[in-house]
Nanobody, 124 residues
């Protein structure tokens, strides 16, 4: 069973920093694109950052220059370094990954998985 476990959320003051981690575990053979999303109360889920298997990155305009996504393929982990945090960054942050898994019978399949989410709160 594949699991994505996030950590690193919490409460921070405006201007502070947090580093989120999302570790993939389970029977997998590869991880393709990895993403961080966030959802604030009463708002739609927003794509924050994307990193490809080759470590090409993309960011939402609202976080460019402040957030950095990275990955450690040896640890099957994606990170989100968040600097210069603002109250409007307050949200539940969730990781998402396209993962290659071995299903019954030895067949390989690419599946989309989500973490459980971690709360980030930025106080003013």
């Amino acid at each position: 069973q594949v699991q994505l476990v996030e950590s690193g959320g919490g409460l921070v003051q405006t201007g502070g920093s947090l580093r989120l981690s999302c570790a993939v575990s389970g029977s997998i053979f590869s991880i393709n694109v990895m993403r961080w999303y966030r959802q604030a109360p009463g708002k739609q889920r927003e794509l924050v950052a994307t990193i490809s298997s080759g470590s090409n990155t993309n960011y939402a305009e609202s976080v460019k220059g402040r957030f950095t996504i990275s990955r450690d393929n040896a640890k099957n982990t994606v990170y989100l370094q968040m600097n210069s945090l603002k109250p409007e960054d307050t949200a539940v942050y969730s990781c998402n990954a396209r993962i290659g898994v071995v299903v019954s019978g030895g067949t390989r399949s690419w599946e989309n998985y989500w973490g459980q989410g971690t709360q980030v709160t930025v106080s003013s």
